[in-house]
């Protein structure tokens, strides 16, 4: 089945305790992002990247650091977490970034910093 | 900067009554315009691409419209399924997208 996943799902931490929220897909996609979304907001994104090696920053990218080392995966790290970084994640793919940018989205994850 | 303005906020209506969402931009060389659908506690899915104005696209009861300002969804004789909320994206030149608040959608039996 053609999915993007997410782990872990929920996740409470306390302030300043390094967090790394992982995305992979299975569809061979070049193009990933991470996305926050949060009332009133809509979705705001944080990083994306064209393929393996090539990042670059969205919206919001302060507070949050990226790699992309193998095409199907795509972590975020939160070295220092801050309370206002409680939020729900999205991860995405999409077959290519220079073409459409349809996106699969992967099932979110929670976060709180207390 | 590119904006992207959704309205309303949230719109309720009887099963069978159509209706129209609205999704206003601003972007420089608007490379195209997405409408996706988001249940409650899932990632968004991905309903049309519109890539210039007068493009129409169709699924079901719904229907996506593009002029060089905004876009319409609308939404004939929609059922309770139809009850979501439906985001609207912009992508400029660069390789991002930028996504409005929302309309959230409930439609009643």
């Known amino acids: 089945e053609a999915q993007v996943t997410q782990n872990p799902r929920y996740l409470i931490t306390v302030t300043g305790k390094k967090l790394t929220v992982t995305c992979s897909q299975n569809m061979n996609h070049e193009y990933m992002s991470w996305y926050r979304q949060d009332p009133g907001l809509g979705l705001r994104q944080i990083y994306y990247s064209m393929n393996v090696e090539v990042t670059d920053k969205g919206d919001v990218p302060e507070g949050y650091k990226v790699s992309r080392k193998e095409k199907r995966n795509f972590p975020l790290i939160l070295e220092s977490p801050s309370p206002n970084q409680t939020s729900l994640y999205f991860c995405a793919s999409s077959l290519s970034g220079t073409a459409g940018l349809e996106q699969y989205f992967g099932p979110g994850t929670r976060l709180t910093v207390t | 900067e590119d904006q992207v303005t959704q309205s309303p906020e949230a719109l309720r209506l009887q099963e069978g009554e159509s209706s129209s969402l609205n999704c206003s931009y601003t972007?420089?060389?608007?490379?195209?315009l997405f409408w996706y659908r988001q249940d409650p506690g899932k990632g968004p899915e991905f309903l049309f691409t519109?890539?210039?104005a007068g493009e129409e696209k169709e699924k079901e009861r719904l229907k996506a419209t593009l002029t060089k300002k905004e876009s319409f969804l609308h939404i004939t004789a929609p059922k309770p399924e139809d009850s979501a909320t439906y985001l609207c994206?912009?992508?400029?030149?660069?390789?991002?997208?930028?996504f409005g608040a929302g309309t959230t959608v409930t439609v009643r039996a």
């Open positions: 519109l890539y210039s």
């Open positions: 994206a912009v992508r400029p030149p660069k390789y991002k997208l930028s």
């Open positions: 972007v420089s060389g608007l490379r195209g």
